[in-house]
């Protein structure tokens, strides 16, 4: 399993949820990488530039490069991290188990992070004028139906242990620890969501997830 590991390289920005999920999968998964910042803001964002664009035409990041295979989409990702290196696992053994998991990361990956994301936040104030004012509300007001619906998730489901899943971080914790910290980063009280914090709580206690957090990060600012 390890004879590949050293030829895996991440296109990644410090502070993007999508990249800081796949940084949490590899660190968890024990893959070394090389670090390719590829910074969304400065001089226009380097997204939109060569040579990133055209190695991505979507413009986003986390891009993972293997050996020429390139591949976007951080779940995506994630599962062919978890296919290729399956020493240790981040879905679980059973069909329900992985396709409860998949629905927690779904959840934050497709419903509640794209409404708050970067390329939509500056359509927001630049394309169609809004205050920052506003933009706030409109963080604030997604992030609290996607969390508040997590939390009730979450509070109740069986299958829950210190992590989302059992008592090992999974996929769902890859997503939702980005997700938190983006929230505290919005101004969001996430102290309505006790389940939610635990979870991270216990996820920033794992040394390999708090490494992949974006302070720790060689282009962090």
């Known amino acids: 399993m390890s004879e590949n590991q050293e030829s895996l390289v991440l296109h990644n920005y410090f502070r993007s949820s999508a990249a800081y999920r796949v940084r949490i999968a590899m660190n968890l998964k024990g893959l070394p990488y090389d670090y390719i910042p590829v910074h969304l803001t400065r001089d226009g964002?380097?997204?939109?530039?060569e040579p990133y664009k055209s190695l991505n035409p979507q413009q986003l990041v986390p891009l993972l490069d293997d050996q020429g295979f390139q591949l976007s989409q951080s779940l995506a990702i994630i599962e062919y991290l978890d296919e290729k290196f399956s020493a240790i696992k981040l879905l679980p053994a059973s069909m329900e188990g992985r396709a409860k998991v998949r629905q927690i990361a779904y959840?934050?990956?497709?419903?509640?992070?794209?409404?708050?994301?970067?390329?939509?936040?500056?359509?927001?104030?630049?394309?169609?004028?809004?205050?920052?004012?506003?933009?706030?509300?409109?963080?604030?007001?997604?992030?609290g139906l996607g969390l508040s619906a997590l939390e009730i998730e979450l509070a109740s489901s069986p299958t829950r242990g210190k992590f989302c899943f059992g008592d090992t971080p999974t996929m769902a914790d890859c997503a939702l620890v980005p997700q938190l910290?983006?929230?505290?980063?919005?101004?969001?009280?996430?102290?309505?969501?006790?389940?939610?914090?635990?979870?991270?709580?216990?996820?920033?206690?794992?040394?390999?997830?708090?490494?992949a957090h974006p302070s720790r990060q060689i282009d962090s600012e």
Request: charged share 20%; aromatic share 10%; with cysteine.
């Open 45 to 49: 964002g380097m997204q939109f530039k």
């Open 107 to 143: 959840s934050i990956a497709c419903d509640i992070h794209p409404l708050q994301n970067l390329r939509v936040l500056k359509y927001l104030t630049v394309k169609l004028g809004i205050s920052e004012e506003d933009k706030t509300s409109w963080i604030h007001h997604w992030l």
């Open 181 to 211: 910290f983006s929230a505290a980063r919005f101004g969001v009280d996430t102290t309505a969501y006790p389940s939610l914090r635990a979870i991270y709580e216990n996820c920033e206690g794992t040394p390999e997830i708090a490494a």
